[in-house]
């Protein structure tokens, strides 16, 4: 079974700062990873993905995340926090063995950030 | 974003009564998700369709039941509604084997009195 670990429930950060999530994963093989974004009372925002190509993925907004296989992570980062970047944010890994060949995604509990002027 | 719609948006219902929410596609995509938001859980899957008639149980399936005629329309049922199936529902769908993300759509917010 495939798992997924968001170390802090809870980030706050100054603006102009950087962000640091953190999430390891457990897979039983090469797993397609996520993040998703969610502001509030909106709906879940594909921020970025992995799938087994570049280790280091860029993703929307100037997020980016590093696959790194041997400390099963996969944190997501920003050079510089915004405002805007306030919100919710899930760690997600895919599973593809499932009936009829799609693919049940499996969600961390989720990481509320939070930016201070 | 991608073409997917939720109806109804908000819900109030009585403990008891039967649900059915709508989740409708534009994206001819061949699977489509029911996924649960509560505080505390992040999103857990119900269930899960892999074409029209073919369906499967997620995780939380208990007391829920689906339905899919049209490729585009995916049904979520609540036989008879509990207190804790209050929640946030969101739909979802993915294109495998060309991808693996899923897309999702706005949510609907029920609530069992």
């Known amino acids: 079974a495939q798992s997924v670990t968001q170390l802090d429930s809870h980030v706050s950060v100054s603006e102009g700062t950087p962000v640091l999530l953190r999430c390891n994963y457990s897979s039983s093989y090469s797993p397609s990873l996520f993040w998703y974004v969610q502001h509030p009372n909106k709906g879940l925002q594909l921020l970025l993905k992995?799938?087994?190509?570049?280790?280091l993925v860029k993703g929307i907004n100037g997020f980016e995340a590093e696959f790194k296989k041997s400390e099963t992570s996969f944190h997501l980062t920003k050079p510089s926090a915004h405002m805007s970047d306030a919100a919710e944010y899930f760690c997600v890994v895919s599973d593809r063995g499932v009936t009829g060949g799609g693919n049940k995604l499996t969600f961390g509990t989720g990481t509320q950030l939070k930016v201070e002027l | 974003d991608a073409g997917i719609t939720q109806s109804p948006r908000h819900k109030v219902t009585e403990t008891g009564t039967p649900v059915t929410l709508r989740c409708h596609q534009t994206e001819n995509h061949r699977y489509m998700y029911w996924y649960r938001q509560d505080p505390g859980h992040g999103l857990r899957l119900i269930h899960y369709?892999?074409?029209?008639?073919?369906?499967d149980k997620g995780e939380v399936s208990d007391g829920y039941s689906v339905s899919r005629s049209k490729t585009e329309d995916f049904l979520l049922t609540l036989e008879s509604a509990t207190s804790s199936q209050t929640s946030v529902y969101f739909c979802?769908?993915?294109?495998?084997?060309?991808?693996?993300?899923?897309?999702f759509g706005p949510g609907t917010r029920l609530t069992v009195t």
């Open positions: 992995y799938t087994s190509a570049a280790t």
């Open positions: 369709s892999y074409g029209v008639k073919d369906t």
């Open positions: 979802a769908i993915s294109d495998v084997p060309v991808s693996y993300e899923q897309y």
